[in-house]
């Protein structure tokens, strides 16, 4: 779902809409993943990786305008997306292979998935979403984009 707030302008320079916009995907992108717990579905949690993976991205075509403090919180999602990735390898291999697996192997993919559910939600908690991180990304992003000479 596409929201209105999140519209670029393309009357605004890229500098305006980033502080405009990118703010709101971070507080979105928060608020969603502050949902997941132990108990959330893989589906759930594969939808967060695809929400991970498209701040991620967006937020690289932007570094230029912001410089090495974006990067460095680019690289603080890359865990996120790497533990959600893992995790949904092997929800994907035991939806199509359950049958075929024999069960010691069915049993160890689902413990893969089981660790790398936890190493996510160890992370989002601990680290990623501790100390007023998302404020400080939503006044980091308002902020501390550059504004470019034209030319």
């Not at 701040?55 to 075509?61: F, G, I, K, P, V």
């Amino acid at each position: 779902m596409k929201h209105r707030a999140f519209a670029w302008k393309p009357y605004e320079s890229a500098t305006l809409n980033a502080r405009r916009v990118l703010p709101k995907l971070v507080r979105d992108y928060f608020e969603s993943g502050r949902k997941l717990d132990r108990d959330s579905g893989a589906r759930d949690m594969h939808g967060f990786r695809l929400k991970t993976k498209h701040l991620r991205y967006t937020l690289e075509a932007f570094v230029s305008l912001y410089g090495p403090g974006l990067k460095q919180r680019i690289d603080s999602l890359r865990p996120i997306q790497n533990a959600l990735g893992e995790l949904n390898d092997c929800e994907v291999l035991l939806a199509g292979l359950r049958k075929k697996l024999p069960n010691a192997v069915r049993a160890h993919i689902r413990k893969r998935a089981g660790e790398k559910h936890k190493e996510f939600l160890r992370y989002w908690r601990e680290e990623f979403d501790a100390a007023d991180e998302d404020n400080k990304w939503e006044q980091y992003l308002t902020r501390s984009a550059r504004v470019k000479p034209a030319g």
